[in-house]
């Protein structure tokens, strides 16, 4: 079993630029597809990003496509979120999910996601 922990949300300015990192524990990154999700207030969770378990499969939400950019280091386990031209439309909690690479399901929804992250705030600032 995997634990998540989030780090570096905060509050950017419009166009301004933010990386998240996912630290994980517990078990061997290698073993798990992973993605960023995000929720705003009186929203549903939303799918940003996911990663498989070797990084060489990456998908993004339209929304972001372009502007994030996921990637991750099993030996470090740890999975990042390079977030640039931001907007406020971006402002969330953000989360890190880990799922095992045999589940079956849509990636982007996060009911296929097992292991959850505590969440970090991003605020963009307009």
């Known amino acids: 079993q995997v634990q998540l922990v989030e780090s570096g949300g905060g509050l950017v300015q419009t166009g301004g630029s933010l990386s998240l990192s996912c630290a994980a524990s517990?078990?061997?990154?290698?073993?798990?597809?992973m993605g960023w999700f995000r929720q705003a207030p009186g929203q549903e969770r939303e799918f940003v990003a996911r990663?498989?378990?070797?990084?060489?499969?990456?998908y993004y939400a339209d929304s972001v496509k372009g502007r994030f950019s996921i990637s991750r280091n099993n030996a470090k386990k740890m999975m990042y979120l390079q977030m640039n031209s931001l907007k406020p439309e971006d402002t969330a909690t953000y989360y890190c999910?880990?799922?095992?690479?045999?589940?079956?399901?849509?990636?982007?929804?996060?009911?296929?996601?097992?292991?959850w992250g505590q969440g970090t705030q991003v605020t963009v600032s307009s």
């Open positions: 999910a880990a799922r095992g690479t045999s589940v079956l399901g849509v990636a982007t929804s996060p009911r296929t996601y097992a292991y």
């Open positions: 517990g078990g061997a990154l290698s073993s798990y597809d």
């Open positions: 990663i498989n378990w070797s990084g060489d499969s990456i």
